[in-house]
């Protein structure tokens, strides 16, 4: 038997309550009142206590509707993250990723934007966008993205070539337009000579330049198809000079007066 929707549950039950009240109560105040000026007072207050029962009642279902809504749109977003998260596994793994890599980026990237007050939507967005960073690398030949060496002049503008492929990507998708300002624009560099669209300083999305930060520090301090890892002191320094060139210098210094935390929360699940 095919299910009430949620709107005819509600009505329904409205209407039937309201009816056995209006009956009920009718019946009861005919019984006990028979002066007809008190029976108009009493009738007057009868209307105030349906209005406002109905309306609580009116209340009460909306608000469940809501959140079963609620819920449900939360296990399909939830379902759709798994999948992503899948995805982009089998990706790290495709392109000779450190273990983790994208898992890692993820966990300090949020830790970093809630330290720079981002909330709701917006740490959705870069929950999302961090995963997909790299998503317009799926475009991409393999001999270029694992090649053990220095890519050439045509490697190089092939590669440059993925923010604005990751973007198209998940425009195309409603509930990832927001987390597309990650994977467009985490190539932009803060003095405005990254790419692709060459933005400089707060014309970058915080979002990104948040997970710039985030990046340069993983991609420094694990190994990678062509470059060893980095030691840590090494790291931290380079991430200092970077600031205000390369990154934005208000995020390097949160996230280094920070570092002991964001570090526990990329290295432990």
């Known amino acids: 038997m095919k299910r009430l929707s949620p709107q005819l549950r509600t009505a329904g ?12 109560s009718g019946h009861v105040l005919g019984s006990l009142v028979h002066d007809p000026r008190r029976i108009v007072l009493y009738q007057i207050l009868k209307g105030w206590l349906f209005v406002l029962g109905t309306g609580l009642l009116l209340y009460w ?41 994208s898992e890692r980026v993820v966990r300090m990237a949020l830790g970093l934007a809630k330290l720079a007050g981002l909330e709701g939507d917006a740490l959705r967005d870069v929950k999302f966008g961090a995963l997909l960073h790299d998503i317009g690398k799926l475009a991409l030949p393999d001999v270029i993205l694992i090649k053990p060496g220095k890519l050439d002049e045509d490697e190089t503008l092939v590669m440059r070539t993925h923010p604005r492929l990751g973007y198209e990507m998940l425009q195309r998708i409603d509930f990832l337009h927001g987390a597309s300002a990650i994977p467009y624009s985490h190539h932009e560099r803060w003095d405005g000579t990254g790419y692709p669209q060459g933005l400089k300083g707060e014309d970058i999305p915080i979002a990104a330049r948040i ?39 208000h995020l390097v210094k949160l996230f280094l007066d920070n570092y002991a935390e964001l570090k526990g929360l990329a290295l432990n699940p």
């Open 61 to 101: 279902m909306i608000g469940r509707t809501v959140h079963r809504l609620a819920d449900a749109n939360q296990r399909l977003l939830d379902s759709h993250e798994q999948a992503l998260r899948v995805l982009v596994g089998a990706m790290d793994i495709r392109h000779k990723e450190t273990s983790d890599h």
């Open 13 to 24: 039950t409205y209407v039937l309550v309201s009816a056995i009240y209006i009956w009920v």
């Open 211 to 249: 997970f710039s930060v985030v990046d340069v520090w993983d991609a420094l301090s694990f190994p990678r198809v062509y470059k060893p890892a980095w030691p840590e002191p090494d790291v931290l320094h380079y991430l200092r000079e970077a600031a205000g060139g390369q990154l934005d210098p």
